[in-house]
């Protein structure tokens, strides 16, 4: 599936491993200083009682195209009653300063070190469309607004007045405004970027915003509670994170890179090899033909290549249950040749995927 998912169609909106609770923050202890893998997947089987998938991955503080990378055969909208989904709680810290805010573009997820306390608590969110891309920076927490209200740029109302709608000059603070209730304004960039909450129930672990990052409601009231003002944050683009353990155990994690250009496939486009990421591959502790499979699979889930201690990578398909076919695994790398990317749309106000 297309990482750039153009939004337009329909969308039905109705633990070592952290704590992981249906509508709380997924926590983690912090490792050791020399250690990054942190939680454990877990499976989910599928009721029959109509759930989105997008329901499913909200409980479990998933992004949308985090449980797409995790279980391609997974119908995006309704996946099939009886099926068994990975639930991609396993990770590798990013490779930066575990300080403040850290937010990954590629894995579409934001961490938080709580300072003085030993843990770190992982959000999903939705960063900037194709065309208005969130930027990689250091920087920081420069305002925190509470009920903010919403003024759409020249450029966005341009853009929906081209599509029949006219915006209002502000949106007011309160249910119907697209920031949500909580905001937090960065110093980079004039101000012009925000981390905050959103209206709608859809678009979360997705590239939906106008180069804002956002939360999920309940996720930005708590991220905006216990985040002071002047907290680092540091943007970053990894699409490959990769770790020595202090057991020796080595791991990689792949996820789909962002699209440059509409016609780009985040399942089949290049990932560049870092100076970092070659010497890792060259070990001799590494496997390196289990390293290249896991950038052709690009699950998003750490894989263990540690030479002599690996498993096939192999992409998991949704299991169908008794008495109905299974589905089968995509050929790595390559779409369906009759299937096309899902059209999806958020739910809610018009402009409510306007930041």
Known sequence: MKRALTLIGMLFATCMAGSITAANATEYPLPPANSRLIGENTTYTVPNDGRPLEAIAADYKIGLLGMLEANPGADPYLPLPGSVLTIPTQMLLPDTPREGIVINLAELRLYYYPKGQSKVIVYPIGIGQLGRNTPTMTTSVSQKIPNPTWTPTANIRKHYLAQGVTLPSVVPAGPENPMGLFAMRLSAGGGEYLIHGTNANFGIGMRVSSGCIRLRPDDIKALFSSVPKGTRVQIVNEPVKYSVEPDGKRYVEVHQPLSRVDSDDPQTMPIAISSGLQKFMSDSQTDAQVVQDAIVRRAGMPVIVTVGETAPVEAPA????????????????????????????????????AN
Do not use: D
């Open 318 to 353: 949704a299991v169908a249950p008794q008495g109905e076919q299974q589905a089968q695994p995509q050929t790595e790398g390559q779409q369906p040749a009759n299937e096309a990317a899902p059209k999806l749309v958020q739910p809610g106000p018009v402009y409510s995927a």
